[in-house]
Each structure stands twice: as structure tokens, then as C-alpha cells.
């Protein structure tokens, strides 16, 4: 039965709390594989720090004997190898979190794989981890996994990192062996950003120098792990940092109250302060600093608040407010780390979305600048990334984002890329600097083409040229196709053939000389348009086969798509939406097409649509099925839904 | 008894805000899952605060199995009208018909028909894309490697080695037409941190978590509370009148209460300081194997 033991007379709740709530806290990761003791030595930590309830004991124990590698012991490992498959396979295959306190901090622990096909868990964990503990075998030393959790970690910010020499009892706890190790790892990791690093004997399975000191290791001066992970400094990750303000909400419970939701991450501000919105550089001061436990006058770094502003200006998700004086970058292009967390094959050119604070927004990957071998740090020349490769990118995203580099700020600095047929996450960045398009325009002239304005939109490039009688539903199924592409997430732009009259073209007549002109400056905005990455959809009568004929020419072979809206004169007439026919019947108009003008039917259309008892829908949708199956849209496979 | 600005429940608490704000922000008909019990009291609380002035822009969600205790519902009720909120009840209709309950059917059977086929029924009736749960990764082997946005397969499937990596605070929220994620604001509470929280903001919860004299039997080892008349004494059983609470709250006759005369916040985390038993261990559906709380993730069970 669950019994309570009656509380303890001497217990007293408020020093109790206090004493809680002035702990610190930290955040760590171990890194090693199953074979060097890592879950054993988690496990060793919570039991150690009376963190294992009587009920998990009783079930590690029933547990222990059915799947336990260490005969007729407690295999502390089973603590923490939650999942079914890991337990029976015997390996730690994913992140696991686990929450232990003493009575100097309160932990938070991210149990990582350590094996290379892992390395994006350990990115994962070592994403939000102050400190890494690296473990090795005292038996093996340092390996080459050592050198690559080490390098990850310093990648993704790691200030603090500790090696464990695990199983020190194998090798006799020997002092010379651990001074060996000691000495190695101290002369490679010299050569990483860490601010401190400490080397550390152990043994997880018996508890020497985990929690408390042994006596076996009486030679060993340093403190046990646990001191370590209690005392280690961390520093205000942000505090010094400039104040950044990514909104995540605009927040209107009533036509009086405009506020803008989010976290701060990095520095703080003020009741007053004068912010600027990164974007568009539009400034403002702060009103109020909102919370339901009423306003503050200030909000630092970390703190979930809602902020009103003195001014209406343009706010929204995705914005990031900043102090006018301290700006984040901002660039539609950018430098930084790739860690590639996908099974399919990152190719440059391919259109990703990117997630960035809280923007999403399309990228694709301009170029790889080089590929970094996890092991020996050195770098090679790369077309491609596979799944758990690192490596250095330029990035051109479909517009402008406010970041920092992420040495200067972890959260404005970093972003993950979205697969877009997926969804998964495919890949973390870090931003190093921002690319400015002046100087970098012609270095990359050649990259930044149509094909890559429009893989960055997730499509191919093309016109739809709809030709057909006044009257044939041309504008209406084009106006439907453009409508069921931008709900696909695709960039299009519709020239209608009246439309453009009134404006570029309100100078030409319909004489045969006006019509070729018109069709030839149609052809050619159209042109500009698919250099720009757009679907450009053509709703033009186009009656000459000649002038279709220019303006497939000056696209490539694959990007003009000609679509005959094929619909009788009898039931165009019948339909008449404009009452054209009837002026033209009357001899109102001159030069009607299909009255007193030809009309010259497609030979070979891309597509032949006959109008005839179809819905509009129907007919559309027939449209969008092409260019899928032809690839103008999801070109590679990709497929916003 | 106030909290720090910087200290561990606040950096908690704002964690929290952040991911309930991104769920409200990047999906289109999300919904809070409300069990009543201490947890979603906690992350209803943190919903107020979010949006504050505004009211959270979601409705909440009961998955009521007809065997709720009864103080449950009437304190639902009166929590829903005190905030001015809406609330979605939702029943295995088919379940009803058919007298499915935990006596005859045994709890993992019946646990499967009325709260996890229910809930997958609400999800699909009212095409949520995204729910959230109070669940904590300190509560269970499997839920330590569950991720804040959790994705669940159209038919609410998880698969727990497919799990998309989450960095940093960057959330993924994309998903297909009929796909939906589950959304864990609590993940980095332990159960001190829940009841810390209460404390420090004067948080209601329901009085089941405080000690009275309430008519229980003891059933391998278990003490059951009759909370109405459908209760099914086994020979030999007597009811008796005891001191009891509760520590987590579900159905109740699959919940089992403790012993003790904690009857104030303070006696209640001051006894949980010093408890020697998880919290699980009085929700009897955990006990069938080690694996049976993944189990029945991967069927759809929060």
C-alpha cells in the first residue's frame, strides 16, 4: 500500500522553498556510446542523489534480471533506456531528458548516443546544454569519437566540458593511465573555445568519485563529478547581449489593446526604451511590459511578456524587435553550419523552409563552401550532404530575416531547415555572418538564375499561356488555377489580356500590327516574370499562331505551356459575358476574333481543354494536375500541402 | 509566497509560455486537453498567462469517461466559468452503449475504448491539428524521450523512432492534411516543480488532492475510493471511513488514493518532499509491463 510517512516535525516548508528557489540550475549533456557507461552513469547519478522512487527501484530490480547485462546487480543503465527497442537492443538510440537537484542546483540532463550515425541527437542535446560530459573507457583513452563530441559541442556553444575517465576500476585505478589521458585530451582540447575543462576519474558502476570520493582514487585531488556539476561558473549567457524581441503573437483581446507576445532573448529593456523593428526599420518606444501578474517596468532576457508600443506601426509574427542602436543583421543571405538531420540528401538549389526564431520563411542552400570531417576537423569539397554531415553553407532565403551570428546570440542565431514534401526537420544551422547583396551579387551572379528564384519557391518557372476565343472562360479558369496554386504555397502572377490593355498597353488599338505588339510585350513582361521564378499565367486571346510562336521562343523549350481553352463560337456568343458579340454582330466593333478577325487554332497545345458540360473547377484542377505531373510544380518531388 | 524573477519556476513558467504561444501561432484549430487533475490546472494557468488580456485562443477538451469522480466534474465546470471558457466534453458514445467499464473489462481494455479511442474520436470529429497535454518527461521511461511538439500520424499514431530532432526552442510545426501534434508546455516539470507552482501562485486545484475522510476499500494493496454507487464490492470487501487523498486523479475506480491527513498545500508538498513512491504508481494502468506506457503512446494514449 502507498503510505505516507507523517511529515517530520523539524521539516520547515518555507526554508525549504526558499532554499529551492535559490538554486541555480544547469543544463548538461553526456556524450559517449553504451560501451563507456554513459546510462550507467546517469543511472548512478539520480540513484546516488535519491532521485529513484522505491516503486522504480522495485521495477529496475524485476527489470535487471530480464534484460540486464550486469549479473546479479542493479543495472543502473535500465534507469534511464526508456524506450522498448533500446532495452532490447541494449543501446540509448535517441535524447532523453532526466531532472535530478541537490542541494546546490537543479540538473537537467540530455542523454545522447554517441555513436557517429547519432551525431544529430548529440547536436540536439548539446543545442540547450551549458556543459558536456564527454566519456571515455580508461581502458580505450581517447578516441575518435572523444575528438568528435568535443568539436560538436564546441560548435553548438558548449562553454563547458568535462572528461570523464570512466571505469577506472578495469584498469586498477591506475593514477599513470589517467595522467596519460589527461595529458592527451588536454593538449587537443586547447584547441576548442571551451572556458573550462576539467578531466575527471570514475567509475559508474561502483560510484568512486561520482558522488562521493574514493578512497581508491585517494592520488586524484579534483573534486568528484557531482562537486564539479554543482560549482562550475556558467556566466549569464545573455545578460550581456542586445535586447532581441522575436514576436510570436499579436495580441488584440479589444479594439484599445495592441500588444505584441514573445520571449526576450538576449539583454533587456525598458518601460521607455526606443525599439525599432528589425524588418523595416520602423521605430517606437516601449509603453508597458504586460504580464497577468500585472505590468513591469522591465523584462529580461528569458522572460515571456507582452509589449505595447507608443506608436501603431506594422507588427507582426516574425518581426523581431530590437534596440534602434543595437541592430541583429539583416539579409536575405547569410553564411553558417549545416548539421544535415535527414535521410534524403541535402542538394543545393533545393527549396527548404527555414525557421528562425519565429519566422518561417522559404531558403534553399546557394552553395557549399566545404564539408567538415567530424573526426579530424579537416574540410572537403562537397556537392552534396548526407544524413549527420557538418558543413559550412551560404543560404539565400525568399526574403529578408533579422538574425545575430550564434556566438553572440543562441537563439537569434540559430534555425532548423523543414522539408517541404515531409515536413521533417532535415537540418540546425548556425549563422556566422550575414551576406550583403552588394558584395556579393557578382560573386554569385551566376548562381542566383531563374531556376534558383524559383527552387527557392519550390517550382519551376514557366508561363501558361491560355489562348482562346473572347468569351471561352480563358481569365476565369486562369483565375481559378492561380487561386488553387497560391493555396499550394506556389508564387504566380496572372497577366490578363483586358487588364493590360489598360495599363501597359493602353496605347495599342486591334489592328493586326496593334495585336502582334500586344502580344509581343505580353511575351515578353511574361519573360521577366519567369526570370523572377514566377508561374506566370497568360490570359490573352492570342489569336495568331505566329505571335504564340514569339513568345515561345523567348522562353526555354520547357517553359512555355500553351493551354487551348477550346469553346465553340456558338456557345461563346451564347454566353457573351461582355455583350462583345453582339456589339461586333451589329458592326459596333471591327476586327472582332472569330466575327470579322481569324482566330488560328492551336496544332500541338501542351494541353487541349475542351470546355464543354465542364465545371470550371473540373477544368483547373485538369491544369494543376499537369503541371504537377510535368514537374513545373514539386520539381524534385517537393509538394507543399 | 512570491517567485523570483530568475529563478527555476519562472524559467519554467516562461518555457512554457513560449511553447503555448507558437502551438496558438502556427496551427489552425488547436485544443487544450483538460484532465482536471493538478497538471492541467498548471497548464491552464500558464495558458491565462500567455495571452493575457486576452483570453487563450483555443478551447478546452474533457474526455469524460462517465467514471470521473464527481468532484472532478463539478470543479471543471466551475473553472470553466470562472475564466469564461469554452469546453469541449467528449464521450465514447459507442462505449456507453455497449457498458464498457472498468470492472468487466478489465482497466487496459477499458482505458483503450474510453479514453484513447475518445480521444481520437475528438480529435478527428472536430479536426484539431494540434492538442495540448499536460504530460512531464519526469513521469514515465518513455515520456523522457517524448518531444515537445510530439507527431502523431493521421490514424494518431506515434512512432518513437521517428522523431523529429527539436533544437534550441524552434519548434516544428508543419503537418499534412490530417496529421495533427501533441504539445507537451509542461515536459520540463518534475512533479516537485507542479506542486511548487501551485503553492507559489495560489493555483485551484481540485480538493481530491487534499486529505478528508472519504469511504475507501483496500484491493491488492490499493486503496479504492466508492465515489457513487456503481462501485462493485468483491466478497469479503468492507468499506471503511479513512484519511485519504489523492495523488493523481483519473477514474475512480483505477485510481488509488494514499493515506494522510495533509489537508493544505503546505502539508501536501511538505509530504511529497519526503515521498519515497512515484506518482504513477497509484494510476493502475502503468502496472501491466514496463513497456505498456509506450505501448500505448504508439496507439494514440497521451
Excluded at chain 1, 568528484?224 to 532581441?244: D, K, Y
Excluded at chain 2, 474533457?62 to 466534474?73: A, C, G, L, R, S
Excluded at chain 2, 471503511?240 to 487523498?245: A, I, T
Aim: charged share 25%; with cysteine.
Amino acid at each position: 500500500m502507498n503510505k505516507i510517512a507523517p511529515v517530520a516535525e523539524a521539516f520547515d516548508l518555507s526554508t525549504y522553498i526558499n532554499s529551492q528557489e535559490s538554486k541555480s540550475f544547469l543544463r548538461f549533456l553526456t556524450c559517449g556510446s553504451v560501451d563507456d557507461g554513459k546510462s550507467t552513469l546517469i543511472g548512478r547519478l539520480l540513484y546516488d542523489t535519491k532521485l529513484i522512487f522505491e516503486d522504480q527501484l522495485a521495477a529496475l530490480e524485476k527489470d535487471s534480471r530480464k534484460h540486464g547485462t550486469v549479473a546479479d546487480e542493479i543495472d543502473l543503465a535500465l534507469l534511464v533506456d526508456g524506450l522498448e527497442a533500446e532495452r532490447e537492443q541494449g543501446i540509448t538510440i535517441d535524447v532523453a531528458y532526466r531532472f535530478f537537484s541537490t542541494e546546490k542546483r537543479k540538473f537537467i540532463v540530455a542523454d545522447t548516443p554517441g555513436h557517429e550515425q547519432y551525431t544529430r541527437n548529440m547536436a540536439t542535446g548539446a543545442s540547450t546544454a551549458d556543459l558536456a560530459i564527454l566519456l571515455v573507457d580508461a581502458r580505450n583513452g581517447l578516441l575518435t569519437q572523444t575528438r568528435r563530441h568535443a568539436f560538436i559541442a564546441s560548435l553548438l556553444g558548449v562553454r563547458h566540458v568535462v572528461l570523464a575517465v570512466n571505469k577506472i576500476d578495469l584498469v586498477d585505478y591506475d593514477q599513470k593511465r589517467f595522467e596519460e589521458i589527461k595529458a592527451e585530451f588536454e593538449s587537443f582540447s586547447s584547441g576548442f573555445d571551451f572556458n573550462t575543462s576539467e578531466v575527471i576519474p570514475l567509475s559508474a558502476r561502483f560510484g568512486d568519485n561520482v558522488t562521493t570520493s574514493s578512497e581508491k582514487l585517494s592520488w586524484f585531488n579534483g573534486p568528484t563529478l557531482l562537486e564539479h556539476l554543482e560549482n562550475v561558473e556558467l556566466g549569464e549567457e545573455h545578460s550581456e547581449a542586445a535586447f532581441r524581441f522575436p514576436v510570436q503573437w499579436v495580441n488584440r483581446p479589444n479594439l484599445d489593446f495592441r500588444g505584441y507576445s514573445g520571449t526576450v532573448r538576449g539583454g533587456s529593456v525598458n518601460v521607455g526604451d526606443e525599439v525599432v523593428v528589425a524588418q523595416s526599420g520602423k521605430t517606437s518606444r516601449v509603453e508597458k511590459i504586460v504580464t497577468m501578474d500585472g505590468d513591469q517596468v522591465r523584462a529580461d532576457d528569458g522572460q515571456s511578456v507582452t509589449l505595447t508600443l507608443t506608436d501603431e506601426i506594422d507588427i507582426s509574427r516574425g518581426d523581431v524587435l530590437a534596440p534602434a542602436h543595437s541592430r541583429p543583421d539583416v539579409s536575405d543571405q547569410f553564411a553558417a553550419h549545416l548539421i544535415w538531420m535527414s535521410e534524403n540528401a541535402m542538394l543545393p538549389g533545393r527549396p527548404y523552409l527555414l525557421k528562425c526564431g519565429t519566422k518561417t520563411i522559404g531558403a534553399s542552400v546557394t552553395e557549399i563552401k566545404h564539408k567538415v570531417d567530424v573526426n579530424t576537423f579537416d574540410h572537403h569539397a562537397a556537392k552534396q550532404l548526407a544524413l549527420n554531415e557538418i558543413a559550412f553553407c551560404n543560404l539565400a532565403l525568399s526574403e529578408a530575416i533579422a538574425f545575430d551570428p550564434y556566438e553572440a546570440n543562441r537563439d537569434t542565431g540559430s534555425f532548423i531547415l523543414i522539408d517541404r514534401m515531409t515536413n521533417e526537420t532535415v537540418a540546425a544551422g548556425l549563422i556566422w555572418f550575414g551576406l550583403r547583396r552588394a558584395t556579393n551579387v557578382h560573386r554569385q551572379a551566376l548562381d542566383v538564375n531563374k531556376k534558383a528564384r524559383g527552387g527557392l519557391k519550390g517550382q519551376k518557372p514557366a508561363v501558361l499561356w491560355f489562348t482562346g476565343l473572347s468569351g471561352s472562360g480563358k481569365s476565369t479558369i486562369a483565375n481559378a488555377v492561380e487561386q488553387k496554386l497560391l493555396s499550394l504555397g506556389r508564387h504566380t502572377y496572372l497577366l490578363d489580356g483586358d487588364n493590360v490593355r489598360h495599363g501597359l498597353n493602353k496605347d495599342l488599338g486591334f489592328t493586326d500590327a496593334d495585336r502582334v505588339e500586344n502580344i509581343r510585350r505580353v511575351a515578353e513582361t511574361s519573360r521577366l516574370f519567369v526570370d523572377a521564378g514566377l508561374i506566370t499565367l497568360v490570359s490573352f486571346i492570342s489569336p495568331f499562331k505566329a505571335e504564340r510562336q514569339l513568345a515561345r521562343d523567348l522562353l526555354d523549350t520547357d517553359e512555355f505551356f500553351e493551354i487551348f481553352v477550346d469553346t465553340t463560337l456558338e456557345e461563346c456568343e451564347a454566353r457573351d459575358p461582355k455583350g462583345l458579340y453582339a456589339k461586333a454582330r451589329k458592326g459596333e466593333i471591327s476586327n472582332f476574333t472569330g466575327i470579322d478577325s481569324a482566330y488560328e487554332a492551336p496544332e500541338a497545345p501542351e494541353l487541349h481543354l475542351k470546355t464543354a458540360g465542364r465545371t470550371v473547377e473540373a477544368l483547373a484542377d485538369e491544369i494543376v494536375d499537369r503541371l504537377l505531373k510535368d514537374g513545373y510544380i514539386g520539381s524534385d518531388n517537393t509538394w507543399v500541402i | 509566497m512570491g517567485i523570483d524573477s530568475q529563478s527555476h519556476l519562472r524559467r519554467l513558467e516562461n518555457e512554457s509560455i513560449h511553447i503555448i504561444r507558437e502551438v496558438a501561432a502556427e496551427f489552425d484549430n488547436p485544443v487544450m486537453l483538460y484532465s482536471i487533475g493538478k497538471d492541467s490546472a498548471v497548464m491552464l494557468h500558464l495558458a491565462l498567462k500567455a495571452f493575457y488580456p486576452s483570453k487563450p485562443p483555443f478551447p478546452l477538451l474533457h474526455v469524460d469517461t462517465t467514471w470521473k469522480f464527481q468532484e472532478m466534474i463539478t470543479f471543471r465546470d466551475y473553472t470553466v466559468d470562472k475564466y469564461g471558457l469554452d469546453l469541449i466534453v467528449h464521450t465514447n458514445e459507442e462505449g456507453v452503449k455497449n457498458n464498457i467499464n472498468p470492472f468487466d473489462h478489465g482497466s487496459s481494455n477499458y482505458t483503450h475504448i474510453m479514453k484513447t479511442e475518445a480521444l481520437k474520436e475528438a480529435l478527428t470529429q472536430y479536426k484539431f491539428d494540434a492538442a495540448f497535454g499536460g504530460a512531464r518527461r519526469d513521469e514515465e521511461k518513455s515520456r523522457a524521450k517524448e518531444r515537445v511538439f510530439s507527431f502523431r500520424s493521421a490514424s494518431h499514431g506515434w512512432d518513437p523512432k521517428n522523431q523529429r530532432p527539436e533544437l534550441w526552442s524552434l519548434y516544428n510545426g508543419r503537418i499534412a492534411k490530417g496529421e495533427s501534434i501533441r504539445a507537451f508546455p509542461l515536459s520540463n516539470w518534475t512533479e516537485l516543480d507542479i506542486w511548487q507552482y501551485i503553492l507559489a501562485e495560489g493555483i485551484e486545484i481540485v480538493p481530491l488532492y487534499f486529505s478528508a475522510k472519504r469511504p475507501v476499500v483496500e484491493r491488492d494493496g490499493t486503496l479504492l475510493m466508492l465515489d457513487d454507487d456503481r462501485f462493485r464490492l468483491e466478497p469479503g470487501e468492507k468499506v471503511e471511513q479513512r484519511d485519504v487523498r489523492f495523488r493523481t486523479l483519473g477514474c475512480y475506480p483505477l485510481t488509488g488514493a494514499v493515506e494522510s491527513t495533509a489537508d493544505t498545500l503546505e502539508d501536501i508538498v511538505s509530504e511529497m518532499l519526503i515521498a519515497r513512491t512515484s506518482e504513477r504508481s497509484g494510476r493502475l494502468i502503468d502496472h501491466d509491463s514496463s513497456g505498456s506506457m509506450e505501448k500505448k503512446k504508439r496507439e494514440g494514449y497521451f
